[in-house]
């Protein structure tokens, strides 16, 4: 899977996978060289193999991304149709995962388009009491820079991908 000539499918899964659970997530490294992972529910992809998450409750990722600022971001799209109807037909249509590798910035202040982004992913929920108190004052921003993209693989259900 090529990063940059696939990157439209990429973003359309992730798409995808955040419509069915809601999150992506996201391996780093700790200070003693154990893998950890991050559920972040605020990622989004921009249209150059960079993206962006809103950090506002992460701990142990920002700690990682002090001493090593690779990481790899999981998309799994979990929809129950999606999995049955491959089930069924024993093949996948789209990839099921995607994982992209790449690297943290520094923690920086949002910018108004991104917050407007926020926003709007999080609108269908804004008459929700739970909205504002996890979304609400949401200030600051981590950029990730993304290398290599990589398809989750299941066998034969995958390998025509």
Known sequence: MDIKTDWNAIRKHF?????SNFHVSIASVDKNNNPTVTPIGSLFLN?????????????????SAELNPNVCVLAIN?????????????????????????????????TEHEIKRLQRRMKA?????????????????????????????????????
């Open 125 to 161: 929920t804004n008459v929700l009491k739970g909205n504002t108190y996890l979304w609400g004052n949401m200030q600051y921003v981590r950029d990730i820079s993304f290398t290599k993209a990589e398809k989750v693989n299941l066998g034969e259900m995958t390998d025509h991908l």
């Open 47 to 63: 249209d150059n193999q960079t993206g962006f998450y809103f950090e506002k409750y992460p701990k142990k990722l920002p700690q």
């Open 78 to 110: 979990s929809s129950t149709f999606f999995w049955i109807k491959s089930l069924f037909s024993q093949k996948f249509r789209r990839y099921p995962g995607i994982k992209l590798y790449g690297h943290l910035s520094a923690k920086r202040n949002a």
């Open 15 to 19: 798409n995808l996978s955040f419509r």
